[in-house]
């Protein structure tokens, strides 16, 4: 859309948004929160709660625009606040000033999330492990995990798929260059 009514693409800012801002990824003490700060007052509001409420009123952060045209102070003033500060502590000051957040996951995070439900099934060795439930199935109790090759024939059959031959212990021979077995 800022290409065909702006005349011009965006510049990529990864997980900061490209026409709002502050709206992205800040790194904290412990980890790092997402914020969005969606309105002059909310940038208002934010800078209070920090303890600068001067900040969000100075002219090049006044509105929306100054602060994308400034990102980079904006950037300078913000970050070294959320780098002393625990995930904890920088959630608590978005919550007072109305700020949208978010946690920002690490893959080593997903194991444990609360929203993660597993369901545990049974290898073909007879262990049990717990995998992923497939979202939307509460009500999954699936089987135990067949063995490799286990299926196979059912499968080949119900789809008429022909059993190929067990392989050969000659070599098969080689094609020609016109096509033929020479």
Do not use: K
């Amino acid at each position: 859309l800022h290409l065909e009514h702006g005349g011009q693409p965006t510049d990529r800012h990864g997980m900061r948004h490209a026409s709002i801002y502050p709206y992205g990824l800040f790194a904290t003490a412990d980890g790092s929160v997402v914020i969005a700060v969606q309105q002059n007052e909310q940038w208002r509001r934010l800078c209070t709660s920090m303890g600068d409420p001067d900040l969000g009123v100075q002219p090049e952060f006044a509105d929306n625009v100054d602060r994308v045209r400034n990102r980079t102070l904006v950037d300078a003033r913000l970050e070294p606040w959320f780098a002393v500060r625990s995930t904890e502590v920088a959630i608590a000051c978005l919550e007072s000033a109305g700020v949208a957040w978010s946690r920002c996951s690490e893959v080593r995070d997903l194991g444990h999330h609360p929203a993660l439900r597993r369901v545990s099934v049974e290898t073909p060795d007879g262990q049990t492990v717990d995998v992923p439930r497939p979202a939307g199935r509460t009500g999954l109790h699936p089987g135990p995990i067949p063995a490799l090759g286990q299926h196979t024939d059912a499968v080949r059959l119900e789809f008429d798929v022909q059993t190929p031959p067990p392989p050969s212990s000659s070599p098969s021979p080689s094609p020609s260059p016109s096509g033929g077995n020479t």
